[in-house]
Nanobody, 120 residues
């Protein structure tokens, strides 16, 4: 019903920047929450940053001050600007969107993931 598609991953040197984007599409009535998670090999998936429909944000302690999440409500998009990247930021990054479909059914949509690799 609802798809989330990420773009923008890649390879970057430590200290560099990358910008991830995610577009949600389908039978969307409203999106309450949009977020980025990441998962490194052998680790659990963890929240990186989230943003509500009203622009309230939350960040993992490890990325606070370096990453910025933003959303475009008109186009159902969420971006993650990642600055001062560190090798420990290397992971697959996943977009997550939650809201209501046009039929009033709650949805919780995950993207396929985009790889971010930070070299030292």
């Amino acid at each position: 019903q609802v798809q989330s598609v990420e773009s923008g991953g890649g390879l970057v040197q430590a200290g560099g920047s990358l910008r991830l984007s995610c577009a949600a599409s389908g039978r969307i009535h409203s999106i309450d929450y949009m977020a980025w998670f990441r998962q490194a090999p052998g680790n659990q998936r963890e929240l990186v940053a989230g943003i509500t429909a009203h622009g309230v944000t939350d960040y993992a302690v490890s990325v606070k001050g370096r990453f910025i999440i933003s959303r475009d409500n008109a186009n159902n998009m969420v971006d993650l600007q990642m600055n001062s990247l560190k090798p420990e930021d290397t992971a697959a990054y996943y977009c997550n969107t939650r809201g209501l479909t046009t039929r009033g059914v709650p949805f919780d949509s995950w993207g396929q993931g985009t790889q971010v690799t930070v070299s030292s």
